[in-house]
Nanobody, 127 residues
């Protein structure tokens, strides 16, 4: 059983928007941090956004620059990533991850700390 299930990816033109969803029914948002990562071909996985119920904070990768918003719906046990003003360089497979953290781990290789992953959803932004 896959612990996290992503959806909402697809093909969009530059400047467009997508909303990704991460179904996380096994996880309590109070004690788990839920994050979005992405990986483009030939590149290392990088952190996009993270939300933590432990400290009530969210964090974003530097490249986001106000374009993306992470949010959670505790009743639906779902975390969303609203992506606006998409650019071709946002093209990647987007993954949802979870781990028991009271606050989101940060740093360029924070993905190493997460133990639960979804299968990913492809986002393609055309120019």
């Amino acid at each position: 059983e896959v612990p996290l299930v992503e959806s909402g990816g697809g093909l969009v033109q530059a400047g467009g928007s997508l909303r990704l969803s991460c179904a996380a029914s096994r996880f309590s948002f109070d004690i788990y941090a839920i994050a979005w990562f992405r990986q483009a071909p030939g590149k290392e996985r990088e952190g996009v956004a993270c939300i933590s119920g432990g400290d009530g904070k969210s964090y974003y990768g530097d490249f986001v620059k106000g374009r993306f918003t992470i949010s959670s719906d505790n009743a639906k046990k779902t975390v969303y990533l609203q992506m606006n003003s998409l650019k071709p360089e946002d093209t990647a497979v987007y993954y949802c991850a979870a781990e028991r953290f009271t606050s989101c781990p940060r740093g360029p290789r924070s993905y190493i700390a997460y133990g639960y992953w979804g299968q990913g959803t492809q986002v393609t932004v055309s120019s």
